[in-house]
């Protein structure tokens, strides 16, 4: 078995999704009409992608999801170069925070567009 994806609501899902495909190499899988008249973009690579959602209707912000029952608190992301992906994250003026080196991997974390909060994680 594997994860296939994760649907999120966005505001601008062809934005989210071309920040994310500039900073990890994905690409649009899928693009179209969703549920409520809403719009989604699926954008990953052929293993998994994020689904990014957004209602005709609009949306709330949710404040801190650490505090709430089902909350997406990050997605992490497991990249080949660290260091090459966080001066992506950089030069889009995000602000990678929390680093830490652990076995097996190294990791860090940002605040990217909508204000989701990502692991970027390296093994080996």
Known sequence: MRLEHVNVSVPD????AGILSDLF?????WEGPALNDGYTVHVGDDSGYLALYAP???????????HLTGGLNHIGIVVDDLDG???????KGYVPHNH???????????DGPDGIEFEVVAYG
């Open 13 to 16: 899902p062809k934005a989210t």
């Open 56 to 66: 005709k209707e609009g949306q709330s912000p949710v404040g801190d999801t650490y």
């Open 25 to 29: 190499g994905w690409t649009v899988r």
């Open 100 to 110: 830490a080196d652990y076995e097996p991997g190294r990791r860090f974390y940002f």
């Open 85 to 91: 992906v966080e001066a992506k994250v950089k030069a």
